[in-house]
């Protein structure tokens, strides 16, 4: 079965970094493109970055465009999410997301604090 484990959150102060990995199992994980989201209490979950299946294309939300950076690594079934210059905004749960067969998979998610 689809498995999707976060890792990588965690409490950072403003101006900060964090690298969030994802690690994929179940599927064909090159076949696939992948999507990191983030949610926090009370509000609709958000999308924040889009990979394609070879890694050849990304997209990002404008609230982290230029500090935001998704990779993968096929051979690793991994997807990361390297987040630099973080503000108290993006303080939220983070998921990872697949959409196989016109249904989404999510992982636990890794929570992301940014505060002084």
């Known amino acids: 079965q689809v498995q999707l484990v976060e890792s990588g959150g965690g409490l950072v102060q403003p101006g900060g970094s964090l690298r969030l990995s994802c690690a994929a199992s179940?599927?064909?994980?090159?076949?696939?493109?992948m999507r990191w989201y983030r949610q926090v209490p009370g509000k609709e979950r958000e999308v924040v970055a889009h990979?394609?299946?070879?890694?050849?294309?990304?997209n990002y939300a404008d609230s982290v465009k230029g500090r935001f950076t998704i990779s993968r690594d096929n051979a690793k079934s991994t997807v990361y999410l390297q987040m630099n210059n973080l503000n108290p905004e993006d303080t939220a749960v983070y998921y990872c997301?697949?959409?196989?067969?016109?249904?989404?998979?999510w992982g636990q998610g890794t929570q992301v604090t940014v505060s002084s």
């Open positions: 179940g599927f064909t994980f090159s076949g696939y493109a």
């Open positions: 990979i394609s299946r070879t890694g050849g294309s990304t």
């Open positions: 997301n697949v959409n196989r067969g016109y249904v989404d998979y």
